[in-house]
Structure formats: structure tokens, C-alpha cells
């Protein structure tokens, strides 16, 4: 027999920043709203639990990662994980959010009904399945697999004879004490984990196929903490749009400028083009965040290293290039990136139909078009998660508001006839995204097809122009 459902207004799924914020705003601005958040996992915090392994931090400053209803007000704008993921617990447990999150409940499944005008969703848990029927489906559950990261294979793994680990399954007491750690990247993950390991390991070399822009910038922001937590979220947001904007107009001008200051935090002679300098221009990726200049440190020190190269195979005792290098390892590190997966891997239908992401478009970066009373939280890429996060939470609280004065049930956004031009959702050359090009939601060139990667822009959008806009579609309940 199938388990009866539990009657709802919102299940919100995951127990991160965008899933805590979402019930933090329903609570605030819909106080008789029911709902529960659904978390796969045993503990709050999603990403910032997932992660552990050394030196784990955000890449955000926390002004703007920070919720803004309850601002960061820490010493250091640049944290490590562990803080943020206190952060994130303490702000449910003081609103008594934590109260109604259902830990160990994998959603797996989700059907709308028309005729019902509800979803149907299906939860895994230790004691079976658990059902729950809601009118609104709210998606916090991230852009990527928390059961597996992206691992590439290479020949010769089996005859290695030292430890090789993924740092999304950082294993339980791994000792790096006096010994060669070679980590295999140059993203965020590895810039975080060369510098952190190089306090008990012999000497830790990050192996990279292709640089990565590496920025440092301070820890402590002094100037922010003058300004206090929400003025030093607006002057972050503003400076972020402007480096960002500046990158897309002058970007030979912002590439001299980081590699200039990478020079001068390097020994002299140090070869900043060779290991320092993309073929692509900045913001066509993210841009590696380092505090204090901790990884520069390190090579500086001596006890870290960048070797741009690829690798051949494994060896025996560590790895073999193909310039015919050999370079020894006895912990090889694959900070290879993420494996996307949108919609948490839930199984989506609507009216028995299954609903493929890829084939939609992402109605105001937060709705597919044809799935009704569906919000996916989706973050910016140039900026901070929670920024975009915190907007669609509002612009939903809005929306509900909306329909219960005008007593209406279902919200779903329609394409045009003919529909707009296919664009890729996310305009960056990242492997990642590369990868998910086949799993992604299109966007089109205007609004309200059109994704913004633009805090301003989408700060008046969805907090000024109206609901009823010609697309989103209404049917009264």
C-alpha cells in the first residue's frame, strides 16, 4: 500500500543556504504558510556540511554569502566551513525553522497533478517512503551531486601504491604528515587545499592541465566591518558588478592587472604566464579567490609548487607526465570539480509527463515553463549563491501573496508562439558547465526568458515589475 500524504502548502527540498533562507522568508512574510524542508542528509547546512576536507572555505566574502536578515557579523569576511555551516544551523534553530526539517528524507520523485492542482512528492527514508502533497514545490537542493564528484580515470591507477582521494569523500583521519601530496586541479578546491595541507606535508604540488586566474584579497575586510554588515554587503555587491563589468568590457586590461599582482607576490623569475595566465579571458570562468595570498605564500615558502602539465599514467610511487616528468606522490588529490545535476535528481513529472530540464526554458532564471508552482533557487555565478537566492525566496513569498488575495491556485509560466532563441543558460567555459550542457534549462535574449547574472537588474525586476506579465499564467482555485 502506498503511504497516505501529508497535506501541505510548500515542501521546500534541502537544509542549505538557499533552503534555509526560502523558510526564514515564508516564515516572515507568511506566517500560516505550512511547510516542511526535506534534507536527504543528517545535518543542516548542504554544501558546508558535505564538504570537509583541509582548509574547506568559502569563495564568497560572507557580507553577501551571509543571509541578510541575519547579517554575518565575524571578524573575517573569507571563512572556512565549518563556521559557515554553524552559521547557517544557528540562523534556523533561533527562527525555529530547524523544527520542521525532515532529515534522512530523499526526495526521489515529484508529480503535479492538474485535477488536484498539488504536487505529489516522494521521499526515501530509513523506514521506507514517505509522501507529501503540497501546492508549491521549492527546489533548494543545489546544482550538483552530493553522492559523487567529477573523477576522470587515468591509466595505471591500480599499480599506484599511495592513497588516492576526492576532496567531496574526504576520508575520516587521513594523515598528510611528511609526505608528498600531489593535487590534481585548479579551481577553487585545489587553490583551498594546496596552502592547507602544506602545514604537515612534505611538499604539496598542484598539477594543473590549464591556469586558473588566482586573485588574492584580504580575510578581514576593514573597511566593511567600519561600514557594518549591511552597508558592507552593498559595497560588496557594487564592487563585484563593477570588476565584473569591467572584466567583460577591458579584459586584456583585467588580465595584466591580476598577473601583475601575482608577480609581485612571487619570488623573482617566478614563470606567472606559464602557470598563472588562462587562454581564456577573466570571467569566462570564476575566478580563484585566495585570503591573505596564503597559496603565493606557500610557493614562496617553498613548500608548495604549480606544475602545468598532463598527466601520461600513474607510476608505482606517483605520476608520470606527459612532457616525461615523473612526479612522486604518496597522496594524489583529484580536486577535479563538480558533477551538475539539477533538480536534485528528482524524477519530475507533470500530469503522469516527464519533465526534462534540458528541453525547458528558465522563466526568470527561477521556473520552467510548463511546470506549474515550481521555484528552483539558482545562484549567481559571478557572485555570491545567496544573493539570487535571497531574491527568489522574496519574489516567491511575493507570488503566494499574490494568489491567496486574488484566490488563485496554479502559476505556470507559457512560451510564446513562436518560443524565443535557444541560449545557454550559463555563459561560462568552466569544465563543469561544459559538462551539464545537456542538463540545463535554456534562456532566451530577453526578458523574462533572459538569465541575469546581475544583482541590480534583478533586485528591480522581481521586486517592482508585476506578476501578471503576459507569461506567467494564472488559474484560480
Known sequence: M???????DVVIVGAGLSGIDAAWRLRER???QRYVLLEGRARIGGTWDLFRYPGVRSDSDMYTLGFPFRPWRGDRSIVEGPAIRDYIEETAREAGIDRHIRFGHRVVRAD??????????EAETADGVRRFA????YLG???????????????????FRGTIVHPQHWPDGLDHAGKRVVVIGSGATAVTLVPAMTDKAAKVTMLQRSPTYIVSLPARDRIA?????????LKNVLLGLFFFNLARRKPAKVRDNILKMARAALPDGYDVERHLAPRYDPWDQRLCLIPDGDLFEAISAGKAEIVTD???????????????????????????????RLLGGIALSVDGAPVNPAERFAYKGMMLDGVPNLVLAFGYTNASWTLK?????????????????????????????PPPERVPMLDFTSGYVQRAAGLLPAQGPEAPWRVHQNYLKDLAALRFQRLEDGVLAFVAG
Open 112 to 121: 503535479w497533478s492538474s485535477a488536484e492542482a498539488r504536487w505529489t512528492i
Open 30 to 32: 507568511l506566517p500560516k
Open 2 to 8: 502506498r503511504p497516505e500524504a501529508e497535506a501541505l
Open 310 to 340: 598532463e598527466i601520461a599514467r600513474f607510476t608505482a610511487d606517483g605520476l608520470w607526465l606527459k612532457s616525461g616528468a615523473e612526479l612522486p606522490a604518496e597522496i594524489v588529490v583529484t580536486a577535479t570539480g563538480l558533477d551538475m
Open 134 to 137: 503540497a501546492r508549491f514545490l
Open 389 to 417: 537566492c535571497d531574491l527568489t525566496a522574496r519574489w516567491f513569498c511575493r507570488l503566494l501573496r499574490h494568489m491567496a488575495r486574488r484566490r488563485l491556485a496554479v502559476a505556470v509560466p507559457r512560451l510564446p508562439d
Open 225 to 233: 566591518r567600519a561600514l557594518g554588515p549591511r552597508l558592507a554587503r
Open 141 to 159: 537542493s543545489g546544482y550538483y551531486r552530493y553522492d559523487q564528484g567529477y573523477r576522470p580515470q587515468w591509466p595505471g591507477e591500480a599499480a
